[in-house]
């Protein structure tokens, strides 16, 4: 790998440990005003609002100057948000703006990977940014739920500044303030990342324009072949995993009877799996083998039902672990396929914000499905079976729907294919 990728990686390990440790935080926040649990639901699809809304612009706005830079403006962007919590701003408001920050950084993000990898690199890449930004998924949950816990949070609250009045009274303040640092960490690297090379394309004149052209690239990739079959299996896994932060520890909470600061971990727990799956199908996986993955969703969403029954940690841990393992091996190859075909058909800025407005108009849908679930009362159990039950489904019909395109287009399948184990091979 060349030498800007670790930067790359770097940045990105930092980012993503403060966001999922921030989530953590805002759930705590919550729970300690006396939140009802529909808004704690309502924290995962807030912070999808933002990739939805301004899908058809991030794309643009990542292709139209250096990765590095849009990277380190988003950050800014987290840092706002984080202050805007700190200070009084309702929890959904502020994790809002810190999710207007991810929409703007993921882009670039997975944009600049293409730019600066040849795509025989493409899913070893995946793999270790997927598994990197996992194994920041299972630190920053338990350094969420550690910076609220009873071992850390008062040495934090005993911290003062002289003659400065913080007005930081609660542990999930203290735990915000810190993750501020975190966030310019980040920024920091994302200040060392290198110009590709690769030139840059002007925003236009009249910003409304994107939206017909966002249009045009959204219908493009899904009419393609390959490219709709990839964009529909990582729309859903990620929204099943977008959605598993909160699930986890709802489950945890009902069925072990877990706090905030003891379920954070057995989050860790299924990131670890995922991270496992990622580089297990980093290695083991090629380009064109995406769509031979797509019946591991299915088990995911029968897994996922399966949770309900389980009451001993025991059983959970490990249970957890190939729960996210599968997910991680699902959507490593899927996901690099993805890359492929939209770097191909328009681009990788504009790809990119195409697959994130799916992927997050499925968390946002899936989450505020959960969260009226849960505002009308529905037992937490009955909501997750819900929620495998559309999982299983979709993935089946996903399946289906690629065994009949191997029908009926076999031709442009197999010649999209061949393309595919062409760029892997000589790219």
């Known amino acids: 790998m060349k030498r800007g990728f670790y930067t790359i990686m770097s940045a990105q390990f930092f980012s993503s440990l403060a966001d999922n440790a921030l989530f953590v935080a805002a759930v705590q926040l919550l729970r300690t005003s006396k939140a009802p649990e529909w808004q704690q639901a309502a924290l995962v699809p807030m912070f999808a609002l933002f990739y939805v809304i301004l899908a058809p612009f991030v794309g643009a706005f990542a292709d139209s100057m250096p990765k590095g830079r849009v990277m380190l403006i988003s950050n800014s962007i987290k840092v706002v948000g984080c202050l805007l919590m700190l200070f009084g701003t309702h929890p959904l408001m ?4 810190v999710g207007l920050g991810a929409a703007a950084y993921s882009p670039a993000k997975y944009g600049i990977l293409t730019e600066l990898l040849p795509a025989s690199q493409l899913v070893k890449a995946n793999g270790w940014i997927e598994g990197l930004t996992i194994a920041s998924i299972i630190l920053g949950v338990l ?24 007005g930081i009274d609660t542990a999930p303040e203290a735990a915000i303030s810190v993750l501020i640092f975190v966030y310019l960490l980040a920024a920091w690297f994302n200040t060392h990342i290198p110009d590709t090379g690769v030139e840059m394309r002007p925003l236009p004149r009249r910003i409304t324009s994107l939206i017909p052209d966002f249009w045009s690239c959204s219908t493009r990739l899904w009419r393609d072949k390959l490219g709709q079959i990839s964009l529909a ?42 991270a496992v799956g ?13 769509p031979r993955v797509i019946p591991l969703g299915i088990a995911m969403g029968a897994l996922i039902i399966l949770l309900i029954f ?16 599968l ?21 990788a800025g504009r790809s990119i914000a195409v697959q994130n407005f799916n992927e997050q108009a499925c968390i946002l849908a899936l989450g505020a499905a959960y969260s009226l679930s849960a505002g009308l009362g529905l037992h937490t159990f009955g909501a997750i079976t819900g929620f495998g039950l559309v999982v299983a489904t979709v993935m089946w019909l996903i399946k289906r729907w690629h065994e009949s395109n191997c029908i009926k287009h076999r031709a442009e399948v197999d010649h999209l294919i061949e393309i595919a184990r062409n760029d892997n091979l000589h790219g």
């Open 143 to 166: 350094l969420g739920g550690q910076l609220v816990g009873q071992a850390i949070s008062p040495m934090l609250l005993r911290f003062d500044f002289p003659l400065i009045d913080t």
């Open 233 to 274: 299996a990582t729309t859903l896994i990620w929204g099943v995993a977008g959605n598993l932060r909160f699930i986890v520890l709802a489950w945890a909470a009902a069925a072990l009877g877990y706090t905030v600061t003891q379920a954070s971990a057995l989050q860790g727990v299924v990131a670890i799996g995922m």
């Open 310 to 325: 389980i009451d001993n940690v025991w059983i959970a841990a490990p249970f957890l672990i190939m729960l996210g393992a």
């Open 278 to 290: 990622a580089v297990v199908a980093s290695l083991k996986m090629r380009l064109e083998d995406g």
């Open 327 to 347: 997910g991680g091996f699902l959507v490593v190859p899927m996901n690099a396929l993805l890359q492929h075909r939209g770097h191909n058909l328009m681009g």
């Open 94 to 97: 502020s994790y809002a703006i």
